[in-house]
């Protein structure tokens, strides 16, 4: 019959439409997201010499690492969802030494989103660069070592690591004794 080809050519022409509608809206998107953008590997373990990076600040300033050199550099790896009661540690050692020529802090703010981000920056002395490293397509992002929160890493003035630790809090106490010695040396 016929008629019977005729409405099942037209049920397949149909089917074969909607398939193919379906696939191109898909890739479509597919092609829209842009994933994330990851610099180059920062291996901030100790006794490392790390690689230069660039960020945008949360205030918007561009920095470069290398722009720390000359100086003693404090690293914290901050989670967004885990704040780990270490802002009152942060802001004691952001606190001594914010007016040494010879001390500087970088914040790298990691996580799955940032939904939580002004709650966890609402903790923290934010004078210092504060960097959102959390996940969104087409942003870039700090591909560190840390794979734990929060993490603390201090580089030398020529560019070495040369203390790092990672979770817990009370971590202010070993950054005194460490900054103070390196402070003092100049």
């Not at 010499?49 to 404090?74: C, E, H, M, R, W």
């Not at 950054?175 to 390196?182: E, F, M, T, W």
Request: proline share 2%; glycine share 8%; hydrophobic share 35%.
């Amino acid at each position: 019959s016929f008629k019977m080809i005729k409405k099942l050519s037209l049920v397949i022409f149909l089917l074969v439409g909607i398939i193919t509608s379906c696939k191109n809206n898909k890739q479509d998107t597919q092609q829209a997201e842009v994933p994330f953008i990851q610099e180059k590997y920062i291996d901030l373990s100790e006794g490392e010499t790390p690689a230069f990076f660039t960020a945008k600040t949360i205030n918007g300033k561009q920095i470069n690492s290398k722009d720390y050199l000359g100086k003693n550099l404090v690293i914290l790896i901050g989670k967004v969802d885990f704040e780990g009661k270490m802002a009152d540690d942060y802001n004691e050692l952001y606190d001594k030494y914010k007016n040494n020529e010879n001390v500087a802090f970088i914040t790298i703010i990691d996580g799955e989103n940032n939904d939580s981000l002004q709650s966890f920056l609402s903790k923290y002395n934010t004078e210092a660069d504060f960097i959102d490293n959390t996940r969104k397509y087409g942003k870039k992002q700090i591909n560190h070592s840390f794979y734990c929160w929060p993490g603390k890493a201090l580089i030398d003035k020529k560019g070495k690591v040369i203390y790092t630790g990672c979770g817990g809090y009370g971590f202010a106490y070993d950054y005194l004794i460490k900054l103070d010695s390196l402070v003092a040396l100049k």
